[in-house]
């Protein structure tokens, strides 16, 4: 006898029932997430009406996707993990347009917690320090200054007893070869928030 999907019904089960193509499990999923996803992704892009798209686009996905669902041992983490995912893929093809570094910039400081949701945190932190090693001794010595302990240009100049010039120059040249770099990686989520962290602004 056929399970039906009711107010109780776990997300899991839900799940587990949209994975053998029930409709009314979609829908009751859809309805329990959709105002918070809304919200969630509004919240990273600060438009609505792509808010909307992404959630919608989210959710075709995961019907189009159904019969993968059983492997999935989280279904709020995964909600949550793909509406992240399609939000910044969203920006990562429209920086430079509607203020998107803004989006990121609220983004980041309200949610740095979830970053670790989406992937392996330790994962991009070996790739941002492997990287920054590579650069010479002063030009790293002023980027971690600048990008990890978020020092003004002049408190780094006072610091390192140098003109602010000078560290102006060192930065873009560290971003410079950071541009490079990004040039050869892959990656939507860490793309966007290498991006984020090479262009802060002090």
């Known amino acids: 006898m056929k399970v039906k999907p009711n107010l109780n019904t776990t997300d899991v089960e839900l799940f587990a029932l949209i994975v053998n193509n029930d409709m009314e499990a979609f829908d009751y999923l859809f309805n329990r997430h959709w105002e918070k996803l809304y919200r969630y992704a509004s919240g990273i892009l600060k438009d609505d009406v792509e808010a909307q798209d992404v959630v919608q686009e989210v959710f075709v996905s995961l019907w189009q996707r159904r019969t993968e669902l059983d492997e999935i041992k989280s279904p709020s983490s995964y909600l949550y993990g793909a509406i992240r995912f399609k939000s910044m893929a969203y920006i990562r093809n429209n920086l430079g347009k509607n203020n998107y570094f803004e989006s ?63 560290v102006k120059k060192q930065i873009q040249l560290s971003l410079k070869y950071f541009r490079m770099v990004l040039a050869d990686r892959s990656g939507a989520i860490k793309l966007v928030i290498i991006i984020f962290l090479l262009n802060q602004q002090h």
Do not use: C, W, Y
């Not at 392996?120 to 090693?133: P, V, Y």
């Open 104 to 166: 990121l910039s609220h983004f980041f400081e309200e949610g740095r917690d979830v970053i670790n949701e989406a992937f392996d945190a330790r994962e991009l932190n070996e790739l941002i320090e492997s990287e920054i090693d590579k650069l010479p001794a002063k030009m790293k010595e002023v980027f971690r200054l600048s990008r990890m302990d978020q020092l003004s240009h002049k408190e780094i100049a006072e610091q390192l007893n140098i003109s602010e010039k000078t």
